[in-house]
């Protein structure tokens, strides 16, 4: 299947294996990989295989591959075995809210307790 990339993306260039990265699930739409940096002791990101700058533009031009990160997101908890103490999923969008990189993906944290409050 050919998705839309962009050959100056980190996450493009870690959907075409240009970049290695440590890989907990795949679709044919999707990719969970391990954060390099992780904010919990389960940190992992679900991407769109196809680039979108962000969410919001994700969410206008393909609303059912958006449900689709989300569900990927509940399985990679189920897979790591955090679904029934409970996890959080993030969508940053724009670097005003700390978007670093611009292609749509999802956090999932968990491993931990959270406390209330912003992540």
Do not use: W
């Not at 679709?27 to 919990?40: C, G, K, M, S």
């Not at 990679?76 to 749509?104: C, M, P, W």
């Amino acid at each position: 299947m050919s998705v839309p990339i962009d050959a100056d993306c980190l996450f493009c260039k870690i959907v075409t294996g240009d970049i290695p990265a440590t890989v907990v699930r795949e679709t044919e739409r999707t990719l969970a990989f391990r954060d390099i940096n992780p904010q919990a002791p389960t940190h992992i990101l679900v991407i769109p295989k196809a680039h979108y700058p962000n969410a919001a533009t994700l969410a206008a031009a393909e609303p059912e591959l958006a449900g689709v990160l989300l569900s990927e997101a509940a399985g990679a908890a189920a897979d790591e075995k955090i679904a029934d103490s409970g996890y959080r999923l993030i969508f940053n969008t724009g670097a005003g809210a700390g978007q670093t990189v611009f292609h749509a993906h999802v956090h999932l944290l968990g491993g931990q307790v959270f406390h209330e409050g912003l992540v």
